[in-house]
């Protein structure tokens, strides 16, 4: 571990105290449906910002913005902070956080119902503690519709890290994580303890860094095309690469054997077995009509 991430107990303690009191002032009461888990320790917070390397320029997204706690961290950093919650509650705790910080778009919305390449000013770096349930559909999102955005620190699920990172022929490798390595190089920093939010989860968390690719590795396939692709292959895990992509894209199974063939793949081979880059290529060829 690098010396700078070291646990500083004073730090975990004087966090946790604030994040404790600020949820009495407002009687906040976390809420299990939303994957409220609130961040209470200031050495992991560190390390965000520190893997993060946010620039004065920097424009940050956070999702899931909590007590702000790490929405005010960011601001100081940033030229400025997109900071989105769903829980409308939360507002009068976000304001005494921020202090009235002139560079902080609160957005009380559901991060999964937005525009986000209409995001004014456009970001381009993102740190969040990420709900469970937001966290893969927001990356394959973001992904796809923030192109400036460079770098992702955020907070997840264990079980969603191993997906984003998972290499081909295991079980848990598949739409995520094939989405994901098409457009970012994945770095899993560190697992999380449990003890460092309030309150303390039922599952383990870990800290993941998604550095986006040169243009020059980009799959070269349109995004929609390239998603019914992937999509479609792993729909059916059960199936052949080639019956699901019949089944999935409503082509022929002759056409989806042509598609296969094209990349000298077996016809019965599954969808597991495919590196990102085959899936980039069979959504080219299928776009040329292959």
Known sequence: MDP?????????????????????QFDIIPKRDLGQNFLIDDNVLGVILGRLECRSDDVALE????LGVLTAALAEAAQHVHAFEIDRSLEPALAVTLGGADNVSLHFKDILRVSLEELEPAP???????????????????????????????????????????????????????????????????????????????????????DRLPAERLPKAEPACLRAVIQAAFGQRRKTLVNSL???LRITREDALGLARSLDLPADV?????????????????????
């Open 63 to 66: 999702v899931g913005a909590g």
């Open 270 to 290: 599954r969808a597991e077995r495919l590196t990102p880059g085959q899936f980039a290529q069979l959504a080219e060829r299928l776009a040329a009509g292959a």
């Open 246 to 248: 019949a089944a999935g």
């Open 124 to 210: 381009t770096v993102c740190a969040s503690n990420l709900p469970y349930s937001v966290a893969g559909p927001f990356i394959i999102e973001a992904l796809q519709r923030l192109p400036g955005m460079r770098r992702y620190c955020v907070m997840v699920q264990r079980e969603v890290a191993e997906r984003m990172a998972a290499a081909p022929g295991g079980k848990i490798y598949g739409v995520l994580s094939v989405w994901v390595q098409l457009y970012a190089e994945v770095r899993k920093v560190r697992p999380l303890s449990r003890s460092i939010f309030f309150p303390r989860p039922n599952v383990d968390s870990s800290l993941v860094v998604l």
């Open 4 to 24: 700078a991430e070291r646990e500083d107990p004073v730090a975990v303690s004087r966090l946790r105290q604030i994040s404790l009191a600020r949820l009495a």
